[in-house]
């Protein structure tokens, strides 16, 4: 007889434990051993929270190298059944051979569910015939439970689910997760039902007003915003640093439709505007995307939406200031432009309403667009054609976190028929799904990769451009993470090529998430390692970095109404010289309208206790030693970078915090 010894790892989660009992089964190369039921001197704790436990497994004879082991945990008393979340188990072989089998996963049933060896096979060098017949299986499963669905035509597709409890195990919420989300909704909601404020559908009175609820909760930046935000210079520090980076460009030569001329505008330092646009100091903000949307009717009344041009200057103190705008795409004598030599309000009305479409532009398109909906496609490709000991499950899945129920809960509870921005937004209802087919129709590969889209956007050098300056270094240790590891395992173009199941990823990626549309730079199967490596660190930098960039900092920017209006409800001045404060609180929107938005700003930027920042990886799905230092290497690199911005920060009057390593969370999970 030989033994092995087994250590079996439960997780240390809320409601991981089990009083079950629980047999295992080893798979070998020359062998197996029988069901064998774990037990030991701590019975019923052996697999509670945390716990730690260790076996031993008679064979007769050594059944070689180990492939898969087989778990099940059948009911207590043939009544009882409760759910089990084991982290790992490791076996020790009598030749002195140590084994890991990762699971991470909730067992939630009596069925035998078999685990593969921690190091990672692709499916051409898979050639044990059980290892072979387990990898089939887990597909064939994978298959059914996570299937694609259409939620509306023209836009990525999602997963099939009836409700957020369809959801399989393994991507739901942790209880604490779900816990903390729903008492910071309920008391948000409680909160502004007992001031009678969520059914308001009256105008704000006044600034106060609007002050009185939004002194309940603030933040550093919020405050700042709130003192701020009728300024120029900070109007314009937002198209580098808030929550829509993505938008602002270099300017080299007007728009047809934006007709500014140099006596139009009064540039610092005596400047023509021919001359800096020459010298790259003049910048563009076209909301074009939002030009004949349809407004929303929001508590019986129409919704304003505009599609503004917004020209900006780079001062020779660097800093952005708008210099001209123009709030529809046609210019018109009832669509003036605006300049900051108008009156306070014809110019302030102005950007109250660039600020407005900013909302729209950066809810919809840069936000939900560009990172929930596109992380949901990665995720469930990944889910469906991927195996767990494949080395692209390994590196990927901790960046799929939460995505799946976040989504779901993100359409029933935002855009769905009843719906907040549905029922709040100016862009709400049929405005919103024109504006994610446009979204995607004009969406590019090269956009999604910051190193291509700074460059194409002619930002290489503008000054104070801290999404920029931390992104790019994310994007580098992102990427020498992610060219190491796949290296590793890929030596040549010639083994990618014949990867069947990480070809079928991309193919579904582009097939489901891009709808098929070849000219968006989109690889729809690669041929390449370096082709690979960079899609891959486009996936996790927009699941994490990306995603941190434009969500993190919503109740920062917008938490705040004036600063970004969900919606407006007068129409923009056609005429200079018409408008005031009280035309201003006319068009800011109702009060019921303003306290749902701040509510969901303050929800949305929560972070949950059981968050896991970039770079930390608490389930261990790696085995061999050089992708393990990698990803230690990895987590010391962002450790660094980490430094530099705080250190960095201490100095700015307004700190950029969202793509600081230790704020940005793996995966798009809120």
């Known amino acids: 007889m030989v033994s092995y010894n087994v250590t079996v790892y439960t997780a240390n989660l809320a409601t991981a434990s089990t009083f079950n009992s629980v047999s295992i089964k080893l798979v070998g190369t020359d062998g197996e051993s029988k069901h064998t039921w774990l037990i030991s001197l701590k019975w019923a704790l052996s697999f509670l929270r945390g716990a730690v436990s260790s076996f031993t497994v008679s064979c007769p004879a050594s059944i070689g190298k180990l492939v898969l082991i087989e778990i099940d945990k059948p009911r207590f008393l043939r009544y009882f059944e409760d759910s089990w979340f084991p982290a790992k188990v490791e076996v020790n072989s009598p030749e002195g051979d140590t084994y890991n089998f990762p699971i991470y996963r909730w067992i939630t049933d009596g069925q035998v569910h078999r685990f593969r060896e921690g190091t990672a096979l692709r499916v051409f060098e898979d050639h044990h015939h059980l290892g072979k017949y387990s990898r089939e299986q887990e597909l064939e499963e994978r298959e059914k439970d996570f299937r694609w669905d259409v939620y509306q035509e023209g836009i990525p597709h999602c997963l099939k689910a009836e409700g957020p409890l369809s959801l399989p195990d393994e991507v739901r919420f942790s209880f604490t997760k779900t816990t903390e989300l729903l008492y910071t909704v309920s008391t948000g909601l409680a909160e502004l039902q007992l001031k009678g404020l969520s059914g308001s559908e009256e105008n704000w009175s006044d600034i106060e007003s609007i002050n009185e609820v939004f002194c309940c909760k603030q933040t550093d930046i919020s405050e700042y915003v709130h ?8 109007f314009g520090y937002q198209f580098l640093n808030g929550v829509n980076p993505m938008l602002i460009q270099r300017c080299s030569t007007l728009p047809n439709t934006f007709p500014v001329s140099d006596d139009m505008v009064s540039l610092s330092g005596q400047c023509s505007l021919t001359d800096e646009m020459k010298r790259g100091n003049i910048f563009l903000c076209d909301y074009k995307c939002l030009d004949g949307l349809t407004p929303n009717i929001v508590n019986g009344k129409d919704q304003y939406l505009m599609a503004p041009l917004v020209l900006l200057h780079k001062t020779p103190d660097d800093k952005l200031m708008p210099i001209a705008i123009q709030l529809k795409q046609t210019p018109a ?28 532009e950066h809810q919809l398109n840069v936000h939900l667009m560009r990172t929930h909906l596109l992380a949901e496609v990665f995720a469930v490709s990944l889910l469906r054609n991927v195996p767990m000991v494949h080395p692209l499950y390994k590196l990927l899945v901790p960046h799929t976190r939460y995505t799946l129920q976040i989504n779901y809960l993100g359409r029933a509870l935002l855009i769905s028929e009843t719906g907040i921005i549905t029922q709040y937004a100016a862009c709400g209802g049929e405005g919103t799904k024109t504006l994610l087919k446009r979204s995607l129709a004009s ?18 050098d503008v000054p104070n451009f801290y999404y920029r300056d931390d992104g790019l270094k994310l994007w580098d240790i992102i990427h020498r993470c992610v060219q190491g590891v796949l290296s590793f395992y890929y030596k040549n173009d010639a083994e990618l090529q014949k990867d069947s199941e ?21 690889p729809q199967s690669f041929t390449t390692v370096a082709e690979l490596v960079k899609f891959v660190t486009m996936v996790i930098f927009t699941c994490s970095a990306q995603h941190a960039a434009v969500n993190a900092g919503q109740y920062d920017y917008c938490g705040w109404m004036p600063n970004s209006p969900v919606s407006l409800q007068h129409p923009p001045p056609t005429t ?37 920042s ?9 085995s061999e030693k050089i992708p393990c230092k990698l990803i230690k290497d990895f987590h010391g690199e962002l450790q660094e970078l980490s430094a530099a911005i705080k250190a960095r920060n201490e100095n700015l009057e307004v700190p950029y915090t969202y793509l600081d390593p230790t704020e940005v969370e793996n995966s798009v999970a809120l």
């Open 333 to 360: 004598d009832d669509n003036p432009i605006f300049f900051p030599t108008d009156s306070e309000y014809d110019w302030l009305m102005a950007k109250i309403f660039v600020r407005g479409a900013d909302f729209t």
């Open 614 to 622: 970039l770079g930390h990886y608490p389930e261990e799905h790696f």
């Open 227 to 234: 003192d701020h935000w009728k300024e120029d210079a900070f």
């Open 576 to 612: 200079k010289g018409t408008t005031s404060e009280a035309t201003m609180l006319q068009t800011f929107p109702n009060v019921n309208a303003t306290v749902q938005g701040m509510s969901t700003f303050w929800v949305l930027s929560k972070h949950s206790t059981d968050f896991v």
């Open 443 to 460: 969406l590019t590969y090269s956009s999604l990769c910051i190193p291509d889209d700074i460059a194409a956007r002619g930002l290489e």
């Open 502 to 522: 990480l070809q079928k990823w991309i193919s579904d990626i582009f097939e489901y998430g891009f709808l098929s549309q070849a000219g968006k730079g989109i």
